[in-house]
């Protein structure tokens, strides 16, 4: 039961829903993709078809290019059946991360790996044409320079933004740090100029749901923090992403913390971004006379053993700590994954993070819980950006219009 791209045995997959009834050629590639049944024979149990109609729907999806059959199965006599699988190769994926002063975007396939990825400086605040036309020029290169063989075909973009995002219309919705892209149609940015869906969603979403699937499958409830210049959360409940009824769930930055009264740019005061974000620790480091202009000048102080940067980020440590004990209350996760540019320096603010959870929060609780550092890293947006498209790209529905669609352009 673990991630969506290799659930050993199920008819009730957490992740994915029902086992399809394999219908269609796309219903069929689930079964494969995710494991349930990986020969003819298999899918012929599984689904009640003939076997004639299976040979049908396997060798449309050979034929398209999504399943190789390849080494032979376990057999009990007779021929051994040939294992059906989803083929790498032929099929793209973007996965695009920005940031709100960078923008990286990985190329992936379809089985999620990340075949190459390329980052540049860029100021979110530019604009969305300026932006995305630099995603646009970036993503023209990368798919160039790929030179696989055969050529990869690009199935889907995945975005994720600095910023809350209407998950169905892939807009951002009043994004503070993004001005200009409030309600810009990001989707229809990328179908008109590649032919494909974009899915665009919030940076610390795509973020949690790369450290779930791929650092921590077995972790079914998982919360990640991003402690950058904001902090925010992103949420997997039961192995998929909860958005919230607007979209803005793990908006933690403005949560309050103790009796603390440091203004914050909301307009309040004592909200945890004005306590423990970088912008916030940079200020104040500022005010005691070091050379700090974000999160990075943090990190480095840190690493060249200044006291008082080290000081200040296990207080920064501590005031998340405060806030997640009282989520890890709430919500009961398995796995906390911090991430973000200060998780560079975790040793210090997993620190006063755990000291601060385990002091606060109910023991039953906090029994099987692990807080960890990000194993995804700088890649954890576009790999995460990319597994939502293929999550999209891999759907019955998409595949079957892909296999119509492929079929009518010939
Ligand atoms: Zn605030």
Same mark, same amino acid.
């Given at each position: 039961?673990?991630?969506?791209?290799?659930?050993?045995?199920?008819?009730?997959?957490?992740?994915?829903?029902?086992?399809?009834?394999?219908?269609?050629?796309?219903?069929?590639?689930?079964?494969?993709?995710?494991?349930?049944?990986?020969?003819?024979?298999?899918?012929?149990?599984?689904?009640?078809?003939?076997?004639?109609?299976?040979?049908?729907?396997?060798?449309?999806?050979?034929?398209?290019?999504?399943?190789?059959?390849?080494?032979?199965?376990?057999?009990?006599?007779?021929?051994?059946?040939?294992?059906?699988?989803?083929?790498?190769?032929?099929?793209?994926?973007?996965?695009?991360?920005?940031?709100?002063?960078?923008?990286?975007?990985?190329?992936?396939?379809?089985?999620?790996?990340?075949?190459?990825?390329?980052?540049?400086?860029?100021?979110?605040?530019?604009?969305?044409?300026?932006?995305?036309?630099?995603?646009?020029?970036?993503?023209?290169?990368?798919?160039?320079?790929? =030179?696989?063989?055969?050529?990869?075909?690009?199935?889907?973009?995945?975005?994720?933004?600095?910023?809350?995002?209407?998950?169905?219309?892939?807009?951002?919705?009043?994004?503070?740090?993004?001005?200009?892209?409030?309600?810009?149609? &990001?989707?229809?940015?990328?179908?008109?100029?590649?032919?494909?869906?974009?899915?665009?969603?919030?940076?610390?979403?795509?973020?949690?749901?790369?450290?779930?699937?791929?650092?921590?499958?077995?972790?079914?409830?998982?919360?990640?923090?991003?402690?950058?210049?904001?902090?925010?959360?992103?949420?997997?409940?039961?192995?998929?992403?909860?958005? =919230?009824?607007?979209?803005?769930?793990?908006? &933690?930055?403005? &949560?309050?913390?103790?009796?603390?009264?440091?203004?914050?740019?909301?307009?309040?005061?004592?909200?945890?971004?004005?306590?423990?974000?970088?912008?916030?620790?940079?200020?104040?480091?500022?005010?005691?006379?070091?050379?700090?202009? =974000?999160?990075?000048?943090?990190?480095?102080?840190?690493?060249?053993?200044?006291?008082?940067?080290?000081?200040?980020?296990?207080?920064?440590?501590?005031?998340?700590?405060?806030?997640?004990?009282?989520?890890?209350?709430?919500?009961?996760?398995?796995?906390?994954?911090?991430?973000?540019?200060?998780?560079?320096?975790?040793?210090?603010?997993?620190?006063?993070?755990?000291?601060?959870?385990?002091?606060?929060?109910?023991?039953?609780?906090?029994?099987?819980?692990?807080?960890?550092?990000?194993?995804?890293?700088?890649?954890?947006?576009?790999?995460?950006? =990319?597994?939502?498209?293929?999550?999209?790209?891999?759907?019955?529905?998409?595949?079957?219009?892909?296999?119509?669609?492929?079929?009518?352009?010939?």
């Amino acid at each position: 039961m673990s991630s969506h791209f290799s659930s050993p045995s199920l008819s009730s997959d957490p992740v994915q829903g029902p086992t399809p009834p394999g219908q269609t050629p796309g219903e069929v590639l689930a079964l494969i993709s995710s494991g349930v049944a990986v020969t003819r024979a298999e899918i012929a149990r599984r689904t009640g078809l003939a076997r004639s109609t299976v040979s049908h729907r396997v060798d449309a999806l050979i034929a398209h290019g999504f399943v190789v059959e390849g080494t032979e199965a376990p057999s009990t006599g007779g021929r051994p059946p040939r294992r059906l699988s989803l083929r790498a190769h032929g099929h793209a994926i973007a996965g695009v991360d920005i940031g709100a002063s960078h923008c990286r975007v990985g190329l992936l396939d379809i089985n999620g790996t990340l075949l190459k990825a390329r980052e540049d400086p860029l100021t979110i605040a530019d604009g969305p044409e300026a932006v995305l036309g630099h995603v646009e020029r970036t993503l023209h290169a990368l798919l160039e320079a790929d =030179g696989g063989t055969p050529p990869r075909t690009l199935r889907a973009i995945g975005v994720g933004v600095p910023g809350p995002v209407e998950y169905s219309t892939g807009r951002p919705v009043d994004p503070p740090i993004m001005p200009g892209w409030h309600h810009y149609p &990001i989707p229809e940015f990328f179908g008109d100029r590649f032919g494909v869906r974009a899915l665009v969603d919030n940076d610390v979403n795509v973020m949690a749901l790369a450290e779930q699937r791929r650092a921590f499958p077995d972790a079914m409830h998982l919360l990640y923090l991003k402690v950058g210049t904001g902090i925010g959360c992103g949420i997997v409940a039961d192995g998929r992403i909860h958005r =919230g009824a607007q979209g803005s769930a793990g908006d &933690i930055g403005h &949560i309050r913390v103790g009796e603390r009264d440091d203004p914050c740019r909301c307009g309040n005061s004592g909200c945890l971004e004005a306590i423990a974000g970088g912008a916030a620790l940079a200020e104040r480091l500022r005010g005691l006379g070091l050379e700090a202009g =974000g999160s990075l000048d943090i990190v480095r102080l840190v690493r060249e053993g200044n006291r008082q940067a080290v000081r200040a980020v296990r207080e920064a440590g501590r005031a998340v700590g405060e806030v997640l004990s009282g989520l890890v209350n709430f919500f009961n996760p398995e796995t906390v994954v911090v991430g973000g540019a200060l998780a560079a320096v975790h040793d210090q603010l997993l620190a006063g993070v755990r000291e601060a959870v385990y002091r606060r929060s109910n023991p039953l609780a906090t029994h099987v819980l692990r807080i960890e550092p990000s194993r995804t890293g700088e890649n954890a947006g576009s790999i995460g950006a =990319g597994l939502l498209a293929i999550e999209h790209a891999l759907s019955p529905a998409q595949v079957d219009r892909t296999l119509t669609r492929d079929a009518t352009a010939v």
